[in-house]
């Protein structure tokens, strides 16, 4: 019953037509200086505001955030949300931007995408209203480290690609796989529409993960979801990273995920799992480096590099 309710799913989603964006003032610019430094500790606001409500909680949220050393700018922006949250990362797309949100009093999904500096702004991109409709999607991978896909063109338009996860039903049912949705901007930043890129059935199961073998090709089927498994140790600061950007027209990125050995030892190394999307069939290479992620300028005391052929089969 599953392969036919992820069949149903997929072809939602390529079915789902274009949304329009509703039309709305530019707000203001935001930039880097947004960001609220990693050493600020929300559970240290949290404390100081958690026996407000309401309005009242917001308007502490934000003065804690200002006390507690936040630049102006990044204050500023948290006064612009409709609820407590900070921006935790910043990356530059042009003519639109991507901020990674942090909303600490979520009970799920902490993390937010915001397409900013275009019309409208923000856009969440987890605004269902914006979506195909059709099918019911939940956000994919939005951590700070994990942003989405931009794709730019000659005559200045630019496309943000965002995965989500496709479920059967409800937040805790079976994910049925992952969708891609674009937002395309006009070279002037404004939003044009909205529209599925690719879809991919997922891979079930991940109870028996083995470390990939970066000696031997990976076949695996368009239109399906496969996984990249390799040892990675955090106590040391070290974790994976893409080297160059992938070949979108045949795979795109689904999630990273950690897990950790299974021992008490101190100090064990435990595995990165990444779980791509195959859309088109060809070869292509996915290639990892190894980092501390606030080192500059420093090589990578790891590669790793996987030949992944996509082929019906």
């Not at 909303?103 to 799920?108: D, F, I, S, T």
């Not at 630019?158 to 994910?175: E, H, L, N, S, T």
Request: with cysteine.
């Amino acid at each position: 019953m599953r392969s036919v309710a992820t069949a149903a799913a997929l072809a939602l989603v390529l079915a789902g037509c274009q949304t329009a964006p509703p039309s709305a003032a530019p707000a203001a610019r935001v930039g880097p200086d947004a960001v609220v430094p990693a050493q600020i500790s929300m559970e240290a606001i949290r404390a100081v505001c958690d026996s407000a409500g309401g309005a009242a909680l917001n308007e502490c949220f934000v003065r804690a955030l200002a006390k507690a050393g936040a630049p102006d700018a990044a204050v500023a922006f948290s006064r612009t949300l409709d609820q407590p949250g900070v921006a935790r990362s910043f990356h530059a797309a042009g003519p639109v931007d991507i901020v990674v949100v942090e909303l600490p009093y979520r009970a799920n999904e902490n993390y937010v995408g915001m397409l900013v500096n275009g019309t409208p702004s923000p856009i969440d991109v987890d605004d269902a209203s914006r979506h195909p409709r059709g099918v019911t999607l939940w956000p994919g991978a939005r951590d700070p480290g994990a942003a989405p896909d931009v794709e730019r063109a000659s005559d200045g338009t630019v496309r943000v690609v965002v995965p989500y996860r496709m479920k059967d039903g409800c937040r805790a049912c079976a994910i049925l796989g992952t969708t891609w949705l674009a937002f395309a901007f006009d070279a002037r930043g404004t939003l044009g529409g909205v529209t599925p890129v690719g879809v991919a059935a997922a891979q079930p199961g991940d109870a028996s993960l083995a470390v990939t073998d970066r000696g031997r090709p990976l076949t695996v089927r368009p239109g399906h979801e496969f996984r990249i498994v390799i040892v990675t140790n955090p106590t040391t600061g070290y974790s994976w990273r893409l080297r160059r950007p992938l070949d979108t027209a045949k795979v795109r990125f689904v999630e990273r995920r950690y897990h950790a050995p299974r021992t008490n030892l101190v100090g064990a190394a435990g595995i990165e799992v990444w779980t791509f999307g195959a859309l088109a069939e060809g070869t292509t290479r996915i290639d990892l480096d190894s980092v501390r992620p606030w080192e500059r300028d420093v090589p990578p005391v790891q590669t790793a590099s996987f030949t992944v052929t996509i082929a019906s089969r």
